[in-house]
């Protein structure tokens, strides 16, 4: 390619020159502290299963921890705009979400993703949990927009777990008859679940049969 010799990409991780345009090579990718899957399904490790509370999903899966590299491309993109950490985050999504669609474990008929929280974040306009997961799930199942918000809510992050719960209850809709499919619903970062459950809910009493949680990364304990 003619861009890779005029343009060639470095690793993020270590500044080396990579093929394809890549932006983390492939020795920094295959060291990178991605979740191992335990029978392929993150709500079987008791770890994550302590911290996060989603009854109303079967399974969940992500790329890893919200901290360290993972914490700052997040945070850079999402809130600084860095575009560049786009194509690192598509990448480890990408990565991870290969691996796990050779499982065979789990394939969706539809796949939702979360819509943004309020108005306060209007003036990103972009939905970064699209931007950065829409190559990990082409080809693997319809996108839809059916699910929606309905109340305002505050933001998450300043509430206790509890007040969570309460905040975001009767915040979703869905405008799709689910009967008998397998949803997924994807988000960036899963803290308390709170959220995800209750979409996850909605799914459900518009028919679902079963519903799963895709997250780009899970807060530690550390964090709450
Ligand atoms: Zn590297």
Redesign the pocket.
């Known amino acids: 390619m003619v861009m890779d010799w005029l343009f060639p990409s470095q ?1 993020v ?4 020159f ?1 093929s394809n345009r890549a932006k ?2 492939e ?2 990718l295959a060291d990178f502290p991605f979740f191992i899957f335990d029978q392929h399904n993150l709500l079987l490790r008791p770890d994550v299963a302590r911290l996060v509370n989603l009854p109303h999903c079967e399974g969940l899966v992500a790329c890893g921890w919200y901290q360290g590299a993972l914490k700052v491309w997040l945070s850079e993109y999402k809130f600084h705009q860095r575009s560049h950490h786009k194509a690192v985050l598509q990448q480890l999504i990408t990565y991870q979400m290969q691996r796990f669609w050779l499982t065979g474990n789990f394939l969706p008929d539809v796949c939702f993703i979360m819509p943004l929280s309020n108005r306060r974040y209007f003036w990103r306009g972009f939905n970064q949990v699209t931007q950065t997961w829409m190559p990990a799930l082409q080809g693997i199942s319809p996108i839809s927009s059916a699910l929606t918000r309905i109340k305002s809510t505050k933001p998450q992050s300043i509430l206790n777990r509890k007040q969570r719960r309460s905040n975001i209850k009767g915040a979703f809709s869905v405008k799709l008859d689910l009967q008998g499919k397998k949803v997924v619903i994807v988000d960036d970062v899963i803290t308390t679940g709170s959220t995800m459950d209750e979409a996850a809910q909605a799914c459900l009493e518009a028919g679902a049969a079963k519903v799963w949680a895709f997250a780009t990364a899970l807060t530690p304990l550390l964090g709450k």
């Open positions: 690793c991780c270590c500044q080396n990579t983390i090579c020795f920094c």
